[in-house]
């Protein structure tokens, strides 16, 4: 599933079929256009919302038949994350990646329960966690049973409202855990702790930070788009327009040409 550079992307949060699957199908196309690996990816439940009356989603019953329709219009695999333990073999029915949230990455127990469906697993790197620690991560999914594992970059908190990306950390997490390394540049925009208690962004530095990740060797690329970001349920405010992410490939795809398609493969070795 990650042997190929890959493009994991879709809404943060599912909404109603029709937007679901016009983002899908919108995908789809670019895809076969480019040749290019795309995964569906949305979320049933968004459990780690800063305030207790921010929208969730539609929950894991309705989420998962939300997904199973979004596979089939569009022919999309489709990843989604999951929260809790007893939610992963539901999740596996219909997901072909399942993804550990970020701020979940050392649930010793979450990430069992996603190895032991034996679907490949995305793990998001925690904010706080350095490159090498995730080799722990990795280790707990390969040993549960899981066939393929990938983290994701997100940056790196700095003080209270910023993230920084360090690009090599691409290298470091491939060389200390032997896994591709996918980069997140809509998450990586975010900025904590606003005044509301909500999240913002900047997602107006998502094209620089997508080409500097893919010149310094990242196997993959995680963006959450929308046709409207401003009426989007859950982080609207960093992630990209949809309409903008067919001109982004392009260049994604052009610096990979110039660099002979080279991605942090060539660092991985399984520790």
């Known amino acids: 599933m990650f042997d190929d550079f890959t493009l994991i992307?879709?809404?943060?949060?599912l909404e109603d079929h029709g937007l679901n699957l016009e983002?899908?199908?919108e995908l789809a196309h670019m895809s076969r256009e480019r040749s290019l690996p795309i995964v569906f990816k949305a979320s049933f439940?968004?459990?780690?919302?800063?305030r207790f009356d921010a929208e969730r989603g539609p929950g894991l019953a309705a989420g998962l038949e939300a997904l199973a329709r979004v596979?089939?219009?569009?022919?999309?695999?489709?990843?989604?994350?999951?929260?809790?333990?007893?939610?992963?073999?539901e999740a596996a029915k219909v997901a072909d990646i399942l993804q550990i949230p970020a701020f979940l990455c050392r649930q010793t127990d979450l990430i069992i329960a996603a190895g032991e469906t034996g679907k490949p697993v995305n793990i998001k790197k925690g904010q706080w966690v350095a490159p090498e620690d995730m080799a722990g991560a990795v280790g707990k999914a390969r040993r549960a049973g899981a066939p393929e594992v990938a983290v994701t970059e997100r940056g790196t908190f700095l003080g209270y409202g910023d993230l920084v990306v360090d690009m090599r950390a691409f290298q470091r997490v491939a060389q200390a855990c032997g896994v591709p390394v996918i980069f997140d540049g809509t998450h990586s925009v975010q900025r904590p702790g606003r005044a509301d208690?909500?999240?913002?962004?900047?997602?107006?530095f998502v094209p620089a930070l997508v080409r500097a990740a893919v010149a310094a060797g990242c196997d993959g690329l995680f963006l959450e788009v929308h046709p409207?970001?401003?009426s989007a349920p859950s982080d609207g405010s960093n992630m990209l327009p949809l309409a903008q992410l067919g001109a982004l490939l392009d260049d994604v795809l052009a610096i990979r040409g110039a660099l002979g398609a080279?991605?942090?493969s060539s660092a991985r070795s399984e520790p």
Do not use: F, V, W
């Open 9 to 13: 992307s879709g809404p943060c949060l």
């Open 197 to 204: 208690g909500s999240s913002g962004g900047d997602p107006e």
């Open 71 to 89: 596979k089939e219009g569009s022919e999309l695999p489709i990843l989604t994350d999951i929260h809790e333990p007893d939610q992963a073999s």
């Open 262 to 264: 080279g991605g942090t």
């Open 228 to 230: 409207d970001p401003a």
């Open 23 to 25: 983002i899908a199908r």
């Open 45 to 50: 439940d968004k459990a780690n919302r800063s």
